[in-house]
């Protein structure tokens, strides 16, 4: 059992909006506990790097992952972030016609959920999700479950053991919701305390939290509402809820909440809006709106592929970044087709233009267009913001966790085509410059042709969850 172990070759992050940081020859030290120690730039040697960190080290004890031969189109970067997936729903990927947001729930939703009641079927799911996600990069999920308490456990205990970072949000829902899957106040209540005792008393295992989850307004009533914003202010919870994702539901809220000045001040009003929040959607917003959100510091997790197939809309997202809220991204699963985050990415930058298209100004057109690098922020630095966890994973920092995919864009079965004048050749310190600017060209091939395969191995707290090592 190794006590220490460096990585070597070319790690790429975005710790910034909008700018790519590639270190190539980079060792990188981290301890058993899955904390980066020592990043060391122009690394000769590796394993010399970790004893000269640690005297204590022998080399027996240390692991070194190198993957300097194949530096011209592999690197380290750091895993991916979903903000927004419903765990429960994932049967239903690709399957919801031509509904919108209302439809879509009762026809497609409600009944899938509900089913997971019965606990084989959701370890199917669940299991299934957690193949697909890791597999995917995704080493931090902000997971929705169903109303059911006991599938939820199942959920948290199936996340520990194949170790992804995750939220467990148990669906909150107690009006407006069909007689099969709704729960009452008091139950609703007991059936939240379940899951958290369980997460924090039994399963004892810290990449896993709850996370208290009012589906959204029209399902919760307001003495739901007040309870869980009170729960989570007591207990330190995150929340995560939709927010002004479609017009039919903004009207119902209006309807509902007569009293409050918006949507978003429904959810203000009940203390829902905090640091540690994730407001999914949050598509048709005033600028009071997101006046409040910026106020409340809560983060926006944006689903663009949700949002064009049950044809939500177009996030703004650009407008938030100007606002300085936090952005990440989100599957949205099954809103969303795609568990892949690298997918949401490109579909991020793609809506980004589509609105830029009906901007007349080319300017403000081009400010509204994200970038290759600005989607991949918003997939790793972005989702750690949201999430409350930037200081913890999204980058590579000392001090922080290794959350990290290792991308090869050459792998067996890869679908990206990379020539020979297009490889990066780090070898060349003198060419270091010119190879910045290849590697970005690399990077964007990633994003528009690349998918899973390209994944070929994956870590969480240091370590390796994909491919799984466990039989
Ligand atoms: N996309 C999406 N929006 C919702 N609003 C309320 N519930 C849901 C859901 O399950 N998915
Ligand atoms: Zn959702």
Same mark, same amino acid.
Do not use: R
């Given at each position: 059992m190794s006590r220490f172990t460096v990585f070597f070759g070319t790690f790429v992050d975005t710790p910034t909006l909008g700018h790519l940081r590639i270190r190539p020859r980079t060792s990188l030290g981290v301890s058993s506990d899955g904390t980066i120690r020592f990043i060391k730039p122009e690394s000769k040697n590796p394993l010399q790097d970790a004893q000269d960190f640690d005297k204590s080290l022998n080399s027996w004890e240390i692991t070194v992952v190198d993957t300097l031969e194949r530096q011209g189109s592999t690197f380290f970067f750091p895993g991916f972030i979903d903000? /927004? !997936? /419903? @765990? %429960?729903?994932?049967?239903? @990927? +690709? &399957?919801? +016609? %031509? %509904?919108?947001l209302l439809d879509w729930l009762e026809k497609y939703t409600f009944p899938l959920e509900a089913g997971l009641k019965d606990l084989e079927s959701a370890r199917k799911i669940y299991d299934r999700v957690l193949d697909k996600t890791l597999a995917h990069g995704t080493t931090t999920a902000s997971y929705y479950t169903t109303i059911d308490a006991d599938s939820s456990n199942l959920m948290a205990e199936i996340c520990a053991k194949r170790g992804q970072r995750a939220f467990i949000g148990k669906v909150c829902m107690d009006q407006n919701s069909p007689e099969y899957y709704i729960e009452t106040l008091s139950e609703c209540q007991h059936s939240l305390q379940k899951v958290v005792n369980y997460i924090r008393n039994d399963l004892k295992d810290d990449k896993i939290k709850p996370i208290v989850t009012p589906r959204f307004a029209p399902t919760c009533s307001s003495d739901l509402m007040a309870w869980l914003g009170k729960t989570a202010s007591e207990q330190e919870l995150h929340i995560q809820t939709h927010l002004s994702e479609n017009k039919k539901e903004l009207k119902w809220v209006g309807e509902l909440f007569p009293d409050s000045d918006s949507y978003t001040h429904v959810y203000d009003a009940h203390n829902l809006l905090t640091d540690k929040t994730v407001l999914a /959607?949050? &598509? #048709?917003? %005033?600028d009071e709106e997101l006046e409040l959100i910026k106020e409340r510091k809560s983060g926006v997790s944006h689903c663009p592929i949700s949002n064009s197939s049950i044809t939500s809309g177009e996030c703004q997202v650009r407008r938030f970044l100007d606002h300085n809220i936090k952005v990440g991204l989100g599957t949205d699963l099954s809103g969303g087709f795609d568990v892949s985050i690298l997918c949401t990415a490109r579909q991020a930058l793609l809506v980004s233009r589509h609105l830029a298209m009906k901007e007349h100004d080319t300017e403000r057109q081009e400010h509204i267009k994200l970038s290759v690098n600005d989607v991949l922020y918003l997939s790793t630095f972005g989702g750690a913001e949201v999430m409350d966890m930037d200081l913890q994973v999204g980058s590579f920092e !000392?001090? $922080?966790?290794? =959350?990290t995919q290792l991308i090869d864009l050459e792998s067996a079965d890869s679908r990206v085509d990379v020539f020979e004048w297009q #490889? @990066?050749?780090? =070898? $060349?310190? =003198?060419q270091d410059e010119a190879n910045k600017g290849l590697f970005e060209d690399l990077l964007a091939k990633w994003l528009f042709t690349g998918d899973d395969r390209n994944t070929i191995r994956v870590w969480v707290a240091g370590k390796q969850v994909f491919p799984s090592l466990c039989s």
């Open positions: 903000t /927004h !997936v /419903h @765990a %429960s729903q994932y049967p239903n @990927a +690709g &399957i919801f +016609g %031509s %509904s919108t /959607h949050c &598509i #048709h917003l %005033s !000392v001090g $922080k966790q290794f =959350d #490889h @990066a050749k780090w =070898d $060349k310190e =003198d």
